[in-house]
T-cell receptor
Framework: DQQVKQNSPSLSVQEGRISILNCDYT??????FLWYKKYPAEGPTFLIS?????DKNEDGRFTVFLNKSAKHLSLHIVPSQPGDSAVYFC?????????FGTGTRLKVLA | EAGVAQSPRYKIIEKRQSVAFWCNPI?????LYWYQQILGQGPKLLIQ????????DSQLPKDRFSAERLKGVDSTLKIQPAKLEDSAVYLC????????????FGPGTRLTVL
């Protein structure tokens, strides 16, 4: 039973446009959500997070939106840059135990 | 600040052999995690240590996997004997006490079991 789902395995976006990566979860007990970015041959690096008491968190070009009623979160990257090309994982946390999604490979085309 | 270190980076073994991975977390980080990431999947938590005590090992296949964290710093993860389905990247992560929501990952060890 996959509690955190990223239904799009890949996404291609033109440089300068918006990238939207989606994530759905099933467990209403999750109270903290994170996005990680992973380059080949490296470990995931923390990107941005959001607590369940908020519906939006912004950090530079990255914004995470949380819709608790829909159990859905999304990561917006504006504007997208070629260096953003990576695999993005969403993760959900309850009592500090992380459950990761399967990842979405983002390719930003120059 | 030095990141999480892991070794080896790559390991190829035959099934039924044993293998061990090593992790050195960021200095001062009390919490250490081992994840297994199978190709095409997200990382799955195997075990979580708080200092040298185990907080969660519910997803660790204890018949073949073992882990220890001596003196609350370095950690080793062992597989004995390995199976084909153990082929994966093994990621170590660490976090500061009180900020367990932010985990810092090492580069991982890619294990191939033939």
């Amino acid at each position: 039973d996959q509690q955190v789902k990223q239904n799009s395995p890949s996404l291609s976006v033109q440089e300068g446009r918006i990238s939207i990566l989606n994530c759905d979860y099933t467990n209403s007990m999750f109270d903290y959500f994170l996005w990680y970015k992973k380059y080949p041959a490296e470990g995931p690096t923390f990107l941005i997070s959001i607590s369940s008491i908020k519906d939006k968190n912004e950090d530079g070009r990255f914004t995470v939106f949380l819709n608790k009623s829909a159990k859905h979160l999304s990561l917006h990257i504006v504007p997208s840059q070629p260096g953003d090309s990576a695999v993005y994982f969403c993760a959900a946390s309850g009592t500090y135990k992380y459950i990761f999604g399967t990842g979405t490979r983002l390719k930003v085309l120059a | 600040e030095a990141g999480v270190a892991q070794s080896p980076r790559y390991k190829i073994i035959e099934k039924r052999q044993s293998v061990a991975f090593w992790c050195n977390p960021i200095s001062g980080h009390a919490t250490l995690y081992w994840y297994q990431q199978i190709l095409g999947q997200g990382p799955k938590l195997l075990i979580q240590f708080q200092n040298n005590g185990v907080v969660d090992d519910s997803q660790l296949p204890k018949d073949r996997f073992s882990a220890e964290r001596l003196k609350g710093v370095d950690s080793t993860l062992k597989i004995q004997p390995a199976k084909l389905e153990d082929s994966a990247v093994y990621l170590c992560a660490s976090s500061q006490e009180g900020d367990e929501d932010t985990q810092y990952f090492g580069p991982g060890t890619r294990l191939t079991v033939l």
